[in-house]
């Protein structure tokens, strides 16, 4: 696995794009605390406020060890990915790459809002890294973040809130109360019914007018070999099994549209070399790398096979993505809560109208 902290280091040229060499696979364990560089910790300065919830460490009570990763305990059917310092580091690098590819912590048109002071909400923060990034820039704003687990959140700015949130039942907040509500990289957390619900809150507690912006990885990775086919298919069958929606980044827009109380802004997607075309393409394969790791103990349950099986199929992998030359893609939607004008009005013979005439 590349060192993290050379996702900070600036480029000394600029070079034509190369092939890189395979990562090899980590053992995490004994490298992932200080693994986070002094240069990102020294953004933030002590935090004081009282109001936000932040813990140093896991806590210990309701979770289960598998592996040596550490899963939040939860009945019916099992968490698929952990909660744990190599989670905290994967959320991150993931964070770095989606700022690599889209270019902006924000696609959505609300720069002007922020700076007067707006509100918004993450939802599935993980460690918020987004949410200290952001709240940084737009001091005067005011971000809220919430998960149903408490990762340690260290030293985020004073605008900043954060909750633990049961987010398959309603959300703790008022109709029409934020400017901006995101999310990303949630695939592995919600299941199809818990799509439903969490977009259909969204689209509540946003303002007329606001903005949701939702990222998700695609499931899908292009010109790939037989042992990355092999494991990807395995992903797929899992995620099925525990009702989650493998392409749902490929139906983000469908999510929205359907419910008619929005109207799509922006349906974008960039994609990403693994393992080739220099710094971008260390970083995805990187961002695999690791996702490998996370599933690791639920694929070996689901398909009865050992560790050491499980990390030579995948070592075999990644110089594959550098022959294949793989690639994937990252999607990202951002509807517009219609407001008065524009809010679709059911007539008497079941069609929708637009109720511009009303205003």
């Known amino acids: 696995m590349i060192p ?38 020294s953004q933030y300065p002590p935090h004081q406020s009282e109001d936000i919830v932040t813990e140093a460490k896991f ?31 994967r959320q991150q690098v993931i964070h770095l790459l989606h700022k690599y590819l889209f270019g902006t912590y924000l696609n959505a048109p609300v720069d002007e809002t ?20 952001v709240a940084k820039l737009y001091p005067r704003s005011e971000f809220f973040a919430i998960d149903d687990i408490l990762y340690p959140i260290t030293n985020p700015p004073l605008n900043c809130h954060f909750r633990i949130t049961d987010y398959t039942n309603d959300l703790p907040f008022e109709d029409d109360s934020f400017d901006l509500v995101v999310q990303h990289e949630a695939r592995f957390k919600h299941t199809k019914s818990t ?10 507690i946003t303002k007329p007018g606001g903005y949701i912006e939702f990222i998700e990885s695609g499931p899908e990775i292009n ?41 799509i802004h922006e349906s974008i997607h960039r994609s990403a070399p693994i393992g080739w075309l220099g710094r971008v393409g260390d970083l995805t394969l990187d961002c ?27 070592k075999s992998v990644l110089p594959e993505c550098q022959e294949f030359k793989s690639w994937t893609n990252f999607y990202c939607v951002v509807a517009r809560k219609n407001d008065g004008s524009t809010l679709p ?8 109208t637009d109720d511009s005439s009303h205003t």
């Open 288 to 314: 695999l790398q690791r996702f490998s790791d996370a599933l690791k103990p639920r694929l070996c349950e689901d398909w009865s096979i050992s560790a050491a099986k499980y990390d030579a199929h995948f």
């Open 59 to 89: 806590p210990k009570l309701g979770y289960e060890y598998i592996d040596g990763r550490h899963f939040k305990h939860q009945p019916g059917i099992p968490r698929i990915i952990p909660c744990d310092d190599e989670e905290t580091e």
């Open 195 to 204: 799509w439903e619900k969490v977009v259909r809150e969204a689209i509540r």
């Open 4 to 41: 993290f902290t050379s996702y900070f280091r600036k480029p000394k040229t600029a070079t034509s794009p190369t092939t890189s060499k395979p990562a090899t696979p980590s053992k995490t364990s004994s490298q992932s605390n200080g693994s986070i560089t002094s240069e990102y910790k």
């Open 223 to 263: 010109d790939i070999g037989p042992n990355l086919s092999l494991w990807l298919m395995r992903v797929s069958v899992s995620m099925q099994t525990r009702q989650m929606i493998n392409k749902v980044g490929l139906e983000l827009e469908e999510l929205f549209a359907g419910t008619n109380l929005v109207t």
């Open 114 to 133: 922020l700076k007067q002071g707006g509100r918004v909400l993450e939802i599935c923060c993980g460690p918020a890294y987004w949410t200290k990034e």
């Open 345 to 352: 009005i059911t007539t008497n013979d079941g069609s929708d």
